[in-house]
């Protein structure tokens, strides 16, 4: 594979070795460095224990049985988890080394899904990449992991992470949902400032080598040179590496239904098994391979018959020309994994047919199924249909074998292992172009001039919003929950005491909520986004549209709230708001599209508008807005030193409303009109305190 992907004077692979630190002497690993760095690689070294807990535990025991849906034989030890951290630090300390902040690295598979966080914290700029080659599994299987949310959380430390099929995308998408509370759009997840994309990159195969090998002489010989070919037996062909995932035991079941219910395929069907050995020193590997043999010596011993025996079967690893020759001629070419992120052996018997014929029968919970949709695709759990399968595999006419094969010889032979790999990197260098069009994030130089520029004007204008600015979302908006803590307090009291500035809370809460928040005399409020205004200790009213339209709309908010848990209904003095943070991100995101159509249908051609907030809908007058006050306020004076800080779309109004020598911020990720960006309200809080 890393001939294959890489060829790059630039690039170097880092891996594990293969061998244990604790027998290494630090003469040894020099040796072994030097010697990897000749092919463009450099080892990360594990001691005994880490192989232990973290290669064969957490990965192995913990993280490959879940993700392939064998929920009843994942482990869960807190030792294992620790050294899967100590390695993922590890690969981290070693990838630093060749990465500056221009790198790009690339990140591959479940054994290490917290390193791409660990290399965003070491190295904010450079460009990351993960790639998973296993499937990722359903949320309901996906929460069963203690360590959820960190793995979550290291995954999105890449900017662009990679699956095999749609479906892996999808169920990562809804554990981002469902675990971190992150919404996407297409797959765009914005988070710390930046955007996570996951999208779904089918990886290929070298196919010209599989297509080219068959015609090579070597292979003919070794073709001629098989006795098992020149008994005019039709070949039923299953290659596997010894796992369980693999479906290998359930194959076989099939097989014997196929041979009790076809008796005049007897002595004329051989199907050669091989199984690759894999993970041999643990336990539950050791027992797929004495089931597996009791399995295969069961049918032979039921079935065979002086001159023919139904299996062929090698526990060992073919050389390659060996394997390509089995490929080219099998008849039928068995792959029935239970589950499978993509399984490579199907394009691979598929690229070997250059005569175009012969038949592959493929587990539909395979990967490679969604583009190999011409193959005789089962269900490997259902024993019947796989042995149906085989019968009208043998009976398939020629000609039809060769239009199923030609198709999907076409679709592989397009979208190749280099293919794929271009295919990535080309979307991990457009992810750049996408962060770049963030807002940046203020800088210690930055910070630096807003001081300056704050100590040096003398009148000064600075607009907040509350919550998600001043305050972190709660669960719930009533006032008690969300009132302001001491330190905000002080710090909107130190700048109100200034009298060169005009400090003003511009929020979405009703008047009488905000007054209840901030006593500070001197600071000025405006509620429900420019509605009400505190003006010489006075709410003056802003906007004069009747309130006529809020009954009928608020009975279908209530009507929907009946309908989805954990919704409430927040009445204002000139807005609605239904609020669905609490109910479960699927739930949510049906309910509000439903929503925000009948709304749209029930105030088309009104000037009340339907509005889309931080996990809100608002109904409000179109013409009541942050942007309007803004205006208002920037008319009544002129202002040395204009700020303006908010998180959402309601800000986004003030924010274009303002001149361009303002200082405007963003709180959080997206797409703002903010010139700068800020990434949490500890942030904000921090800003403002050191104002003087």
Same mark, same amino acid.
């Given at each position: 594979?890393?001939?294959? #992907? ?78 899967? *951290? ?24 479940? *054994? ?34 203690? *360590? ?9 430390? =890449? ?8 479906? $892996?995308?999808?169920?990562?998408? +809804? ?117 597996? @043999? ?38 039928? !070419?068995?792959?029935?994994? %239970? ?6 052996? =199907? ?11 012969? /038949? ?14 011409? =193959? ?14 085989? #019968? ?12 199923? !094969? ?28 996408? *962060? ?17 520029? $704050? ?7 600075? %607009? %907040? ?40 809370? #511009? ?82 995101? #049906? ?5 925000? !159509? ?8 009104? @000037? ?9 809908? @608002? ?29 959402? $779309?309601?800000? @986004?109004? !003030? ?11 963003? /709180?959080?990720?997206?797409? +703002? ?14 800003? %403002?305190?050191?104002?003087?």
């Amino acid at each position: 594979g890393v001939s294959t #992907v890489s060829k790059s004077k630039d690039s170097v692979w880092i891996g594990w070795p293969g061998i244990s630190s604790n027998v290494l002497t630090k003469k040894d690993k020099q040796d072994i460095i030097n010697e990897l760095k000749k092919h463009g690689c450099h080892p990360v070294f594990l001691n005994d224990t880490q192989i232990q807990n973290y290669y064969f535990g957490y990965s192995n025991t913990t993280l490959w049985p879940l993700f392939h849906y064998f929920t009843n034989m994942a482990r869960y030890e807190d030792s294992f988890w620790r050294s899967y *951290q100590e390695a993922n630090e590890l690969f981290c300390t070693e990838t630093i080394k060749f990465a500056d902040e221009s790198a790009r690295v690339w990140v591959h598979d479940y *054994q290490l899904m917290l390193l791409p966080k660990m290399l965003r914290n070491t190295a904010p700029r450079s460009l990351i990449g993960f790639f998973l080659h296993t499937p990722f599994p359903s949320y309901e299987i996906f929460r069963q992991l203690p *360590q959820r949310r960190e793995l979550l959380e290291g995954l999105l430390g =890449a900017d662009l992470v990679g699956f095999h099929t749609y479906d $892996y995308v999808r169920h990562f998408l +809804t554990s981002i949902s469902h675990g971190l509370g992150l919404e996407n759009h297409l797959g765009s997840i914005k988070h710390n400032n930046r955007v996570v994309k996951a999208d779904a990159f089918p990886i290929g195969i070298d196919y010209k080598k599989y297509a080219k090998n068959p015609k090579t002489r070597s292979v003919k010989k070794l073709v001629q040179s098989f006795d098992i070919f020149k008994k005019h037996n039709k070949i039923i062909l299953a290659v596997d590496r010894a796992d369980y995932s693999k479906g290998i035991p359930a194959r076989l079941d099939a097989y014997e239904l196929f041979l009790q219910q076809n008796q005049n395929y007897h002595g004329k069907v051989v199907m050669i098994l091989l199984a690759v050995p894999s993970r041999e020193n643990v336990q539950e590997y050791q027992q797929l391979r004495e089931t597996i @043999e009791q399995k295969v010596s069961r049918i032979n011993g039921n079935f065979s018959t002086v001159d023919w025996s139904p299996i062929s079967y090698r526990y060992q690893s073919l050389p390659f020309n060996e394997l390509i020759a089995l490929y080219s001629m099998a008849d039928v !070419m068995m792959v029935t994994p %239970l589950r499978d992120g993509m399984n490579l052996v =199907a394009k691979e018997y598929v690229a070997s047919h250059h005569k175009s014929d012969g /038949v592959l029968v493929l587990s539909e919970m395979a990967g490679a199924a969604s583009e190999l949709s011409e =193959a005789i695709q089962v269900n490997p759990n259902d024993t019947q249909q796989v042995s149906n399968a085989l #019968v009208t595999a043998l009976k398939m006419p020629a000609k039809e074998q060769k239009e199923r !094969m030609r198709a999907m010889q076409r679709r592989i032979s397009t979208y190749t292992i280099s293919t794929w790999a271009d295919d990535y990197i080309g979307e991990l260098e457009y992810s750049r172009d996408r *962060q770049l069009k963030q807002p940046g994030h203020l800088r210690d130089t930055d910070l630096t001039q807003i001081a300056k520029v $704050y100590k040096a004007a003398d009148k000064r204008l600075i %607009l %907040l919003d509350y919550d998600g600015t001043l305050k972190n979302f709660v669960a719930s908006p009533s006032r008690s929950l969300a009132h302001p803590s001491s330190r905000v307090r002080r710090a909107i009291r130190k700048l109100t005491d200034n009298k060169q500035n005009r400090i003003i809370i #511009v929020s979405g809460r009703p008047k009488n909520v905000l007054e209840s928040f901030f006593e500070t005399k001197g600071l000025g409020l405006i509620a429900e986004h420019g509605g009400w205004v505190f003006d010489a200790g006075n709410w003056v009213k802003y906007s004069l549209t009747p309130k006529r339209w809020k009954r009928p709309i608020k009975s279908i908010l209530e009507k929907y709230t009946s309908r989805t848990p954990g919704s409430i209904v927040e009445e204002k003095d000139f807005a609605l708001v239904w609020h669905y943070r609490n109910v479960s991100p699927d739930l949510a995101f #049906v309910r509000k599209e439903e929503l925000k !159509m009948d709304l749209q249908g029930q105030l088309s051609d009104s @000037e009340i508008g339907v509005f889309e907030g931080n996990k809100i809908i @608002e109904i409000k007058p179109k013409n009541m807005h942050k942007g309007a006050i803004v205006a208002e306020l920037l008319s009544q004076d002129k202002w040395d030193f204009i700020m303006a800080i908010g998180d959402d $779309y309601t800000d @986004e109004d !003030m924010f274009r409303a303002l001149p361009e020598r303002s200082y405007s911020i963003r /709180v959080g990720g997206g797409d +703002t009109a903010a010139r700068y960006q800020l990434d949490s309200v500890d942030e904000v809080i921090n800003l %403002l305190a050191n104002l003087k």
